[in-house]
Each structure stands twice: as C-alpha cells, then as structure tokens.
C-alpha cells in the first residue's frame, strides 16, 4: 500500500483510521494528538508527521472492515454503522430486507438482550452468504449488556439454524443459538451450525463465546471436509468447568461437535476443540457423542492433526465422550470426562466405503475420566484405543497419566479402565485407578501386540 499523503479520521468508536481512497489503515498512536497528522512514503515505508516531526507509532496493519448493529426494533434500510441507526436482522437472515453485502473483515454486532426467532422456516434461518479472507474474517458478534444475543429456530422444521457451503474465514462468538427440541432428527439436519463442502472445502472458521442448545442433531457439524476449524480458546491453560469455559454446549441429540476429513490439498486437518462445556447429548438410540473428529465416504481422507484439550464433556451415557474413528496426530489432553459410557475412544476405521484406514499416533494423556458406576448399561470403558483392522494396527500410541476412578465401584461384567486392542507400539504409562469394577470386570486390559 503505497501513498503520498494522507489524512486521518476519529470514528465514533474511537479508533483512528487513515484513509486514501479505499485504503485504510488502523492506527494505535500512544498519545493524543490535536494537530492535523500526516502519512507519507519514504522507499516504502509508511512515516506518520505532526507539524512535520516524525511520530512513533505504537502499531499499523491495513483493515478494510464495517462495525453494523443489529437490534429488534432496527430498519433493514439503515446504515446499520450505529446502535441509532441499526438494522433489524443480520444479513444473512432469511428475514433481511436491506441491501448491503458483507465483505471481509465486516462485524456484525447483535445487541445483547435481544432475541431473533423464526416459525415455519423454509430454509435455514441464517445462511452464509460471503466468506472472509486471511486475517479479515466476517465477524459475528455481540454489543452491549446483558445476556447473549438469541438466535432460534422456534418450531420442529428440518433446517438448521446456520448453514453454509464452502464458505470460510469466519468468525462466530457471544451469541446464543437454539433449534426447537433436543428430541432425535432422522433428517440430520436440526443443527445449530450445518457446513458443507459441496462449493468449496470450509477452513478456518472460529467460535467463541457461544451457547448452543436444543438441536434435534448437532450443535456444530461440518459435513465431508474442513480444515482450521478452532472451537473454543485456544489459549486456555486449565480445563473448562461448569461455570468457566468458552462455547457452552448441550441438549443436543447426535453430537456437540462433529468434525470431517480435512484439507484435499495437504491431508491436514488442524482442527482444534479447547476449553468447551458439552453436556446432556441423549443420542440417536445407537450412538452420541460430545466431540468427535472422523470421516465418511465423501470424505477425501481421515483427518491429520486433531486437538481436544481443556474441555469438560459429561452425561453422554449411551456412547462416547469424545474421539476419533481414524485420525494421524490425534491428541486428546487435559478433559475432564465424566458419566459417558465410553470416555475417549481412538480407533481406526476400517468400513470398505471409507477411506483407507488410519490409526497411528494417538496421545491420551492427562485426562480425569470419571464414572458414576452401577451402570444401566453394558460395556462400558474409561478409555479404548484400537483398530478395526486385520492389518493395519494403531502404531505409535500413548495413553499416559490418565486419572480414572469410579464414584461408585462398578459390578458389571464388561467395564474397563484401559482397553487397547489390535496395537502395534503403545505405551501405558503413569495412569491411576480408583474404586474399579469388581468380579470378573477389570480396571485395565490390553490385547494385540504392544
């Protein structure tokens, strides 16, 4: 970006901005200033003057976004650049009525307090209509006080609340988003968030902040493929409780998270889930899951490079808190886990119509992995790590300094602590176990070769 001369500009947020024609350039300067401030080039580099004496500058970096506000009671036609002048619905709302088009970098800011509900949709409420670029995402937010903005779906329709295809560089955080009934939908398609691939492989969407509940499937599902997808706060250096944590999940009937394939390009997925809530996911009558990372025939392959860290998952009693069914570079850190049936469960898939299998290098280590014992279902385990392959075995595992321990000492006939099978190189190490199973149950087992 290069200019001659330049005049800066006091928006009403008061952040000071430079512009020349449609450049812009966000400028932090370290005191006040009431004299006119010029920017010129010297053999490239961007100088800032007052009364021709050359300033420090704290930081520079080029933005290009609009801050619109959105509230109920607002006008569509508006500019939507203040809480006065603000819209009535996002732009991407079945419901809009306005003409502007997002564009990278924009922030949308839904005022607290304030909740958007729809009936009888014939189409999901929202749908994603532009994507980001690399360091400008489109940003949907929250202004104001009080609690989360409300986005819903109020009625049993079988469309999500968000959808979007291939779109990506996108940013969600502080809002609240619910369907109608956490109650099983055999369409698949009562979710908070539903991304697909079809136009485009999604990459790098982010979710801060968010309260998701009441889906009939998913919380957040991203179909196929999608790469530098990050959940939560990745920042995080303790594990989420009930009260502390980033995205709250719940009331959910297949799954809180669910994650597919990876980049076509590179194989990588790079998909990280830190410092969550997810609980209550009742299940479909087979399976149900808190977080879980995997592939499926459209999948171009199973994921490299996965991350749940700091999350705490509980009350998934029919199947698995969280895991993988075939991942390269899987790491499951620092949860907290408890009353699922299966805590983590890594394996490698092994279906014909799947990609080809892959189960190596798979790291469950430091997690609490609770069980309140006198269990109403069989075959329950703290941790399994195994393949479904008659050739290709999970190599180069790790499940170490585990902390797994019953609340009430369990008595049914198939409960494991620890149960690996079908390895090839694991190492178990530094776990401990607590008020285990009794009689012909065991608190650790391990089959195949290690």
């Not at 990609?355 to 997690?367: G, L, M, S, W």
């Not at 178990?428 to 009794?438: A, K, L, V």
Request: some cysteine.
């Amino acid at each position: 970006m290069l200019f001659r001369s330049i005049r800066l500009e006091r928006l009403p947020n008061g952040r000071v901005y430079a512009i020349h024609g449609n450049d812009t350039v966000f400028i932090e300067i370290p005191y006040a200033h009431r004299s006119p401030i010029t920017i010129t080039t010297d053999g490239g580099i961007i100088r800032f003057y007052e009364n021709g004496i050359e300033l420090k500058v704290a930081a520079y970096s080029p933005i290009y976004e609009n801050n619109y506000f959105v509230k109920t009671g607002g006008d569509d036609t508006k500019t939507g650049l203040s809480d006065a002048d603000a819209w009535a619905h996002h732009p991407w709302m079945s419901t809009w009525t306005g003409t502007v088009t997002l564009a990278a970098g924009d922030v949308v800011q839904m005022k607290r307090g304030d909740t958007w509900s729809i009936s009888a949709p014939g189409a999901a409420y929202m749908t994603v209509a532009q994507s980001g670029s690399a360091g400008k995402p489109i940003t949907t937010t929250a202004y104001g006080t009080g609690a989360n903005p409300i986005i819903k779906i109020a009625t049993d329709h079988d469309f999500p609340v968000v959808y979007a295809d291939g779109k990506s560089y996108l940013t969600w955080s502080n809002v609240e988003y619910s369907h109608f009934t956490a109650v099983h939908d055999a369409s698949h398609t009562q979710t908070a968030f539903f991304v697909e691939d079809a136009a485009a492989t999604p990459h790098d969407w982010t979710f801060t902040g968010n309260i998701i509940h009441n889906c009939g499937y998913d919380g957040i599902r991203f179909d196929d493929n999608c790469y530098n997808i990050t959940i939560g706060d990745v920042t995080a250096q303790t594990t989420a409780t009930t009260t502390n944590y980033s995205n709250k999940i719940y009331d959910c009937s297949y799954a809180g998270i669910e994650l597919y394939g990876c980049d076509p390009a590179t194989d990588l997925a790079n998909n990280k889930v830190y410092y969550n809530y997810i609980y209550n996911i009742a299940g479909d009558g087979t399976n149900a899951y808190g977080i879980t990372f995997s592939a499926n025939p459209d999948s171009h392959d199973w994921p490299e490079y996965i991350y749940a860290r700091y999350n705490r998952v509980e009350n998934i009693p029919l199947w698995t808190g969280m895991g993988t069914h075939g991942a390269s570079y899987a790491y499951f850190q620092n949860n907290f886990i408890r009353n699922c049936r299966m805590g983590i469960v890594a394996f490698g898939n092994d279906e014909v119509s799947y990609p080809a299998i892959k189960c190596d290098h798979f790291y469950v280590e430091n997690n609490t992995i609770v069980q309140p014992g006198a269990s109403a279902v069989a075959y329950t385990k703290a941790i399994q790590v195994s393949s479904e392959s008659a050739v290709t075995r999970v190599t180069f595992g790790y499940i170490n300094d585990n902390i797994i321990y019953w609340e009430v000492r369990e008595a049914e006939a198939a409960a494991y602590g620890v149960q690996v099978y079908a390895v090839d190189g694991m190492t178990i190490d530094g776990n401990s176990f607590t008020s285990g199973p009794t009689g012909t149950t065991r608190s650790e087992e391990h089959t195949s070769e290690l």
